[in-house]
T-cell receptor
Framework: SAVISQKPSRDICQRGTSLTIQCQVD?????MFWYRQQPGQSLTLIAT?????????ESGFVIDKFPISRPNLTFSTLTVSNMSPEDSSIYLC??????????FGEGSRLTVL | DQQVKQNSPSLSVQEGRISILNCDYT??????FLWYKKYPAEGPTFLIS?????DKNEDGRFTVFLNKSAKHLSLHIVPSQPGDSAVYFC????????????FGTGTLLAVQP
């Protein structure tokens, strides 16, 4: 497995602002993903963070709203732009293993007022 | 369309007894299935997985059963311990989509001492 650190662990933000979440992994990994867990709901994949190229977004998620960076094999950021209360969620960074498992960071709990 | 379903939002079991968590899926292209455990304020932790070529996989107190014809899988925990109290998510992925997991909505397991 890998040790995955996310910052911030939680934040309270005002409507209309943006917040960048950082994800640091203790080893080089090929596959990194960003998930969202809205209150009382399941985990939903936002995008695959590709090293050296644009992220691949899932249906319902767009780059303008959730820009992602992946400058190297150990680090990625997710920005939640122009936030509204509907963006209040836990945002989770994960890394993929060749065997198919995902390992997750502790998550970033975002509350938008 | 919820491709992975956990119809029981909660389950309560006595310590020492068996816990059985159930999961149904609709996509016949899924070929890899996983269970995760999630404590509050932490990221999901990988528990156990099973490939579609098997019908059972065991790891200590945890056993996962897969019934492909019924598109159903279950997680058995025996004996259950109070530390097992958490939300359990099942997840699935398909061929050519390694690491892109589709999650169920979760089941909150409470193990009573």
């Amino acid at each position: 497995s890998a040790v995955i650190s996310q910052k911030p662990s939680r934040d309270i933000c005002q409507r209309g602002t943006s917040l960048t979440i950082q994800c640091q992994v203790d080893s080089q990994v090929t596959m990194m993903f960003w998930y969202r867990q809205q209150p009382g709901q399941s985990l939903t994949l936002i995008a695959t963070a590709n090293q050296g190229s644009e992220a691949t977004y899932e249906s319902g998620f767009v780059i303008d709203k959730f820009p992602i960076s992946r400058p190297n094999l150990t680090f990625s950021t997710l920005t939640v732009s122009n936030m509204s209360p509907e963006d209040s969620s836990i945002y989770l960074c994960s890394v993929g293993w060749q065997t198919g498992e995902l390992f997750f960071g502790e998550g970033s709990r975002l509350t938008v007022l | 369309d919820q491709q992975v379903k956990q119809n029981s939002p909660s389950l309560s079991v006595q310590e020492g007894r068996i816990s059985i968590l159930n999961c149904d899926y609709t996509n016949s292209m899924f070929d890899y299935f996983l269970w995760y455990k999630k404590y509050p304020a932490e990221g999901p932790t990988f528990l156990i997985s099973i490939s579609s070529i098997k019908d059972k996989n065991e790891d200590g107190r945890f056993t996962v059963f897969l019934n492909k014809s019924a598109k159903h899988l279950s997680l058995h925990i025996v004996p259950s311990q109070p530390g097992d109290s958490a939300v359990y998510f099942c997840a699935a992925s398909g061929r050519g989509a390694t690491n892109k997991l589709i999650f169920g909505t979760g089941t909150l397991l409470a193990v009573q001492p």
